[in-house]
């Protein structure tokens, strides 16, 4: 249905455009996770990048724009016929999106080996930061190991000691935990390893209490999080025990959790009080355009936009994709979280803060950064990288 | 591993298994009396949870939202036996299956039109919103102690219902042998649309239980569907006694074998492996258990008698 759709509202596009305007054209086709229980995130990160391209008057780079969004469902193979249908028969420009990993790592190598520009907007995992790099591809969000990292380096700059680490018992919860170590040197009490989508955290939290550590750390992303947080703050937990987290306490599960959550701290390389001008125009027109606090997906999408609108400009338009590329690398653009550059293997180097959830005056719940605890973080797998 | 942690954690498995009992009597029941497999049991969980929401939006109060979402999710069970249910029961349970695993589908997809895809919550009631320090360090809600309590209130009186009332007679007559009884003269398709609206209505309030403690999500049925169906595999199809004690049992298993599974294997194992073994094989149990139920007693633990 959506395709179909999707291809009406092309045809209608090009109609109206006719064969002159064409050539002037720019088309993107941006994938994101838009239907099950994460679907929010997919949602953030779209309205963030529609965001950008509206600000453009609707022309990046001065180019009309169309962009095509396509749900992948979150399944990878999906995706995959999908995203072939966007290179081969709408004949796409360049690829955006694209939230999690799993479909990250299907849809990666059949748009590279196309040489399509490739914009990410939230995925990074590793081996496309090391080994599997190319210079096709951008992102404007991080390395996956990024917030855990910085939670690891928080907590060991804070003191504690002892901590227990828990996160669900799949690939991404072990990546998790290994990168948190990866700077927290105490000992860790226990690991608690959970189902994949658990609901009831009773158990462990009667586990966190009895074992009293000097702080928590977890990866619970998206309904999972709600649950945890809420029964944190239930057990009594929530003001006695410090609860540091990645992916579980942001802009997407704040309105479920509210009061439960506040100063409950996560890792992030971007909050909306970042304080640059870019950013306050971001949060102030995001909010009132779709009517609520735009999380970090929404500020990576925005990015990717205005990287696109600011490259594009400098290139002098899409003709030349060797330019096109050489100026999307120098990241010609001021980015919400201030400093931003790009890395040999084209991941960022930024900063990364530590956030806790607040109330607004206004009554919305957000994050508000903390401290810094990396300044141009560079990520583990940059060594790896050898572009040609 | 000290008794109090111990007690706790049966506590909370404890919680946990009248929670599944609350959706499997409904489930049990139109499985057991109607031989119709209702996949779209776990959605009126939902409905009943997202209608709480919605009620608590317009009334301002749980009791209220909690009124609302009870006739809401009545309403909406009717209207789905009504326009699609009733034309499936001579079907064969491939088409049952096809058809509710549609509703499913349609349902899920619904709630994100109306609601959106973002988790919701709702308040605890005020009265029960004060918790005890049962363990050092540790506050256990008194709402949870509340879904205790209430859950076994209600299996009480299904237990009366069910072997006390003359409809509960019927009911259990039904599941016996469910043509003898209409070839009694019982109005079998009423007694039928009654068992369900009831079936639907328990589920509902299930949801609406947990909407204060677990978030409230497109598909939040999905998961408690599979472990609903597990306890009344378990406590044999179409027994009320048997899904209480079966949920029991399977919330015990599941809670403590989180608990305490990276404990045991580690007296076994290397910590690292431990840690990877405890989690696998506590996710694994309750599978375990119903596999060896199968084999020992392929008609449940506490089978219907006479069937």
Known sequence: MKRIITAAVTAAAVGLCGAAAQAESLKIGFLATLSGPPAVLGQHMRDGFLLGVKQAGGKLGGLDTEVIVVDDELKPDGALTKVRGLLERDQVDMMAGVVFSNVMMAVYKPIIDSETIFIGGNAGPSPIAGRACSPYFFTTSYQNDQNHEAMGKYAEDAGYKRMIVMAPNYQAGKDSIAGFK???KGEIVDELYTKLGQLDFSSEITRIAA?????IFTFMPGGMGVNLVKQYAQAGLAGEIPFLSAFTVDETTLPATQDA?????????????LDNAANKEFVAAFEAEYGYAPATYAAQGYDAARLIDAALKKAGGKGDKQALMAALKEAPFESVRGDFTFNTNNFPIQDVYVVKAVKRDDGKYVTETVEKVFEDKIDAYVDECRMN | MSATLFAVQTLNGLQLGILLFLIAAGLTLVFGVMDFINLAHGVQYMLGAYLAVAGYAITGTFWGAMLIALIGALVVGLLLEALIFRHLYDRDHLDQVLATFGVILFLN????????????????????????????????????????????AVAALLYVLVSKTRAGMLVRAGATNAPMV?????????????????????AGFAGILAAPILVVEPGMGDNLLILAFVVIVIGG????????????????????????ATDIAKLLLSPSAANDVGPAIASMLIYILMAGVLFFRPTGLFPVRGG
């Open chain 2, 182 to 202: 209409s070839a009694l003269g019982v109005d079998i398709r009423r007694l039928f649309m009654l068992v369900f609206g009831f079936g639907t209505m328990l």
């Open chain 2, 109 to 152: 997809e619904a709630v994100k039109v109306i609601w959106g895809a973002a988790p919701l919550t709702l308040p605890m009631p005020d009265l029960l919103s004060g918790s005890i320090e049962i363990m050092d360090g540790l506050l256990y809600p008194v709402y949870r102690i509340a879904l205790i309590v209430t859950g076994l």
């Open chain 1, 182 to 184: 990866r700077h927290f």
């Open chain 1, 211 to 215: 074992a009293k550590p000097d702080a």
């Open chain 2, 237 to 260: 199809i179409g027994s009320i006694r048997g899904a209480f004690l079966a949920a029991l049992i399977v919330g015990l298993v599941d809670t403590l074998g989180r608990g305490f």
């Open chain 1, 261 to 273: 959550a506040l100063g409950l701290q996560a890792g992030a390389q971007w909050a909306p009080n």
